[in-house]
């Protein structure tokens, strides 16, 4: 099935492209890569009117060291993220997570801000940018405000940005000695979305103890969360694998998991506390050195 008809706008700056949305309004929808929103403008899924061109606009792309974060633009691919040294070094979570998005044409195509301003409840960078305490920054007609990554996915395919906002960069506060990371993921076998997905970021203190434990979950709900349950019953522990599997069982607690023809509400929740173990094991074991 093809796309409905629609009008092409190219903006060659954020201001462009913010007066496009305002003037289309809910009728627009911006375009990067493509990889999150063709796709249901091909099913007749979503149909905008209007689509606004953004690959063209300057500094929307790219990562850079800001002292006491990471900023990474809207526009960088997953393919720049998986593979910068930056992040490598300062965020491992974020490139091991861009590293199994989608499939190599996906990842060498398809943007960060694109993934998340989609916001599909399959994506796999909402648990990573939960668990690692983001700042989304966007701009609009009233100027730039930061949304933290808790406040910003609301719904299935629904975010906190207004219809005439754009968002430009990711800012990630830059993590503590003796911190590991790790996602892990049910993939959908075609596509390559998560079925179900945890990421985990975890402190602990000298005598290890976790001083810190922050887990993202997708695949699992509609919109991308936090498992706050888990991350009470670890805070303040001796991060051992009794301990750890006991905060991973308190993963699901009071979701409403979603159920379709890939995977029942059962089993994504059994999955996704065994994920949430596995997280938790394997960044307890990077923090440890």
Do not use: C, W
């Given at each position: 099935?093809?796309?409905?008809t629609?009008a092409?706008h190219?903006a060659?700056?954020?201001?462009?492209?913010?007066?496009l949305?305002?003037?289309y309004?809910e009728?627009?929808?911006?375009?990067?890569?493509?990889?999150?929103?063709l796709?249901?403008?091909?099913?007749r899924?979503a149909a905008?009117?209007?689509?606004?061109?953004i690959?063209?606009?300057?500094?929307?792309?790219?990562?850079?060291d800001?002292?006491?974060?990471?900023?990474?633009?809207?526009l960088t691919?997953?393919?720049?993220?998986?593979?910068?040294?930056?992040v490598?070094t300062l965020?491992?979570?974020?490139?091991?997570?861009?590293?199994?998005?989608?499939?190599?044409q996906?990842?060498?195509?398809g943007?960060?801000?694109?993934?998340?301003?989609?916001a599909d409840?399959?994506a796999?960078y909402?648990?990573?940018?939960?668990?690692?305490?983001?700042?989304?920054?966007?701009?609009g007609?009233?100027?730039?405000?930061?949304?933290?990554?808790?406040?910003?996915?609301l719904?299935?395919?629904?975010?906190?940005?207004?219809?005439?906002?754009?968002?430009?960069e990711?800012?990630?506060p830059?993590?503590?000695?003796?911190?590991?990371?790790?996602y892990?993921?049910?993939?959908?076998?075609?596509?390559?979305?998560a079925?179900?997905?945890?990421a985990?970021?975890?402190?602990?203190?000298?005598?290890?103890?976790?001083?810190?434990?922050?887990?993202g979950?997708?695949?699992?709900?509609a919109a991308?969360?936090?498992?706050?349950?888990?991350?009470?019953?670890?805070?303040g522990k001796?991060?051992?694998?009794?301990?750890?599997?006991?905060?991973?069982?308190?993963?699901?607690?009071?979701?409403?998991?979603l159920?379709?023809?890939?995977?029942?509400?059962e089993?994504?929740?059994?999955?996704t506390?065994?994920?949430?173990?596995?997280?938790?094991?394997?960044?307890?074991a990077?923090?440890?050195?």
């Amino acid at each position: 099935m093809n796309p409905a008809t629609f009008a092409y706008h190219r903006a060659d700056s954020v201001d462009t492209a913010i007066a496009l949305l305002a003037q289309y309004g809910e009728e627009s929808k911006l375009i990067a890569g493509g990889h999150s929103l063709l796709p249901i403008m091909k099913l007749r899924l979503a149909a905008p009117a209007h689509l606004i061109d953004i690959t063209r606009i300057d500094g929307l792309d790219g990562i850079r060291d800001e002292g006491d974060r990471l900023v990474i633009g809207a526009l960088t691919t997953h393919h720049a993220i998986e593979r910068d040294d930056l992040v490598r070094t300062l965020m491992p979570l974020l490139a091991e997570t861009a590293s199994v998005v989608g499939d190599r044409q996906v990842r060498n195509r398809g943007t960060i801000g694109g993934a998340l301003a989609h916001a599909d409840a399959a994506a796999d960078y909402p648990a990573a940018i939960l668990a690692l305490n983001a700042e989304l920054i966007a701009v609009g007609p009233e100027g730039e405000r930061g949304i933290s990554a808790g406040d910003f996915f609301l719904d299935f395919l629904t975010t906190a940005l207004t219809p005439a906002e754009l968002l430009t960069e990711i800012r990630i506060p830059k993590l503590p000695p003796r911190t590991g990371s790790n996602y892990q993921k049910l993939a959908n076998q075609a596509s390559g979305y998560a079925v179900a997905g945890v990421a985990a970021v975890v402190t602990l203190d000298d005598g290890g103890v976790v001083a810190d434990v922050r887990v993202g979950i997708t695949g699992t709900v509609a919109a991308a969360r936090r498992a706050a349950a888990t991350e009470s019953a670890l805070m303040g522990k001796q991060a051992d694998e009794a301990a750890i599997q006991q905060a991973a069982d308190l993963a699901t607690e009071g979701l409403e998991p979603l159920a379709d023809l890939h995977a029942s509400a059962e089993y994504r929740l059994r999955v996704t506390r065994g994920l949430t173990r596995r997280a938790l094991t394997a960044a307890v074991a990077r923090a440890r050195g």
